[in-house]
């Protein structure tokens, strides 16, 4: 449906869609002076001065047909680092995982700007989420908030009344259809406010729909406001939408949550929002391909370790956003995910993620973990292959020694055999590196073979 378009006439001031108003905000990240291509809405936000990104991350814009929301989890081999990055905002059907989650996601909300809402400008202070740097040696360095802590937002300065006020009366002097109907792409003005970061608006648009029990509207690629909020990295309207009783478990086209969301972006102040304000949120969900929240912070953690390390390890954003990511698995586990989920196309523990991407960082992490039973854990079979035998296919990698190290520190079997009937050593490379690799495997089996009949002699 349109708002308020006559066919003869085109209306002084259109309501811009969600999807041009986060392609706006994505083009001021990545670059530093305003872009060259126009969008169709009429309350245009100036260009703010952002810090730089690394090549590796720069998104590109591909026009008015755009989607912000395309994602596909599913994991691949990594694409070659000379190609180039595929458009975030591709109306294609969705890409793989290698393109999907080729690009860490960054976003930046700290400037203060006026913003044109239907003729009226109000100034919108955007709150930066206080972010904490990741120690691997923690649990969790993001405590969650107990039930009683909810009311008291912890993202940025408490609401403004006066503006809060403000806006229910622009809701209420507003067209009906504007003010609760849905655009051509779906998108209600909750959708817009919330896009645009506007945290009184939104939450008065909120309100307004809860009250006709329109709170959880999806647009065309099935995202609710809350959706959209967690994607452009609000957690001050995470948080109010949670408290106004949105549907925090409701998943897009993809089968994405917020969790999942917040998971892939590493967005630590919105997954903190979403963890402390619904302790029943379900940290088990499925996407549409098969994988957890807990599995798609593992691989977005991996993707950016891995242009971290092709950037030498100099890109202060990167690390940035690397410890950001290792917090959100962090996070989760805290809350309860489990280290034991498979995903379900081929049983990859966050385990055998990390291990087969040579995440180093990520796999000291995990098996920093006290486990009663990480011998079972680290063995855990995905389609035949333990986390082990993955190690032994880390051809080339610079951490391959030490991850095989790790993991058998941590009860890794060497002498257990793949589908195929091949033990880790025999998936090792040729060479002197792969023999004195082999040599390391069958000294860990021969003791491990004694030791097990010591156990069977006193027994």
């Not at 109306?91 to 999907?100: E, F």
């Not at 406001?225 to 957690?235: D, G, S």
Request: proline residues 6%.
């Amino acid at each position: 449906m349109h708002f308020d378009k006559s066919p003869k006439e085109k209306p002084c001031c259109t309501l811009p869609t969600v999807k041009k108003l986060l392609e706006e905000k994505r083009r001021r990240e990545t670059s530093s002076v305003p872009p060259s291509c126009s969008t169709a809405s009429t309350s245009p936000i100036p260009p703010n001065t952002v810090t730089q990104l690394s090549s590796s991350e720069l998104f590109t814009c591909t026009g008015a047909s755009s989607s912000y929301s395309d994602m596909a989890v599913s994991y691949e081999q990594w694409p070659p680092t000379s190609e180039p990055a595929l458009s975030y905002y591709s109306s294609q059907p969705g890409p793989s995982y290698a393109t999907a989650y080729s690009l860490p996601m960054t976003s930046e909300y700290g400037t203060s700007q006026p913003v044109s809402v239907f003729g009226d400008t109000m100034s919108q202070t955007y709150q930066e989420c206080p972010m904490t740097v990741a120690d691997p040696s923690m649990a969790s360095s993001w405590p969650l908030l107990s039930p009683s802590q909810t009311t008291q937002l912890s993202f940025g300065s408490s609401m403004d009344a006066t503006k809060l006020e403000e806006a229910r009366m622009l809701l209420n002097g507003m067209d009906y259809s504007r003010a609760t109907g849905q655009d051509e792409d779906g998108d209600t003005i909750l959708h817009i406010y919330t896009a645009k970061g506007l945290r009184e608006c939104a939450f008065a648009a909120a309100e307004r729909l809860r009250d006709i029990g329109r709170l959880d509207a999806k647009e065309h690629k099935g995202k609710t406001a809350l959706l959209v909020a967690v994607t452009a990295n609000q957690p001050e309207i995470v948080q109010d939408l949670l408290l106004l009783g949105t549907d925090f478990n409701a998943c897009d086209v993809k089968g994405q949550t917020a969790l999942h969301l917040a998971a892939h972006y590493g967005f630590p102040g919105v997954l903190q929002a979403i963890l402390s304000s619904r302790p029943a949120v379900n940290l088990e969900a499925r996407n549409f391909e098969g994988m957890t929240p807990l599995h798609c912070a593992a691989i977005s953690h991996s993707v950016t370790m891995k242009a971290l390390a092709t950037s030498g390890m100099a890109d202060v954003s990167l690390q940035t956003k690397a410890a950001e990511k290792l917090s959100c698995v962090q996070m989760l586990l805290s809350a309860g995910a489990s280290l034991h989920s498979q995903e379900i196309k081929s049983n990859k523990t966050v385990l055998h993620l990390a291990v087969k991407e040579g995440n180093i960082d990520l796999v000291r992490y995990l098996l920093r973990i006290p486990l009663p039973n990480m011998k079972d854990f680290v063995n855990m079979k995905a389609h035949g292959h333990t986390a082990l035998h993955m190690a032994a296919g880390l051809h080339g990698n610079p951490h391959q020694e030490e991850i095989l190290r790790l993991l058998l520190s941590r009860g890794a079997d060497p002498s257990i055999r793949n589908l195929e009937n091949d033990q880790p050593a025999h998936l090792l490379q040729s060479g002197l590196q792969g023999e004195q690799l082999k040599l390391m495997l069958k000294k860990r089996s021969a003791s491990s073979r004694r030791r097990n009949m010591s156990l069977q002699d006193q027994e």
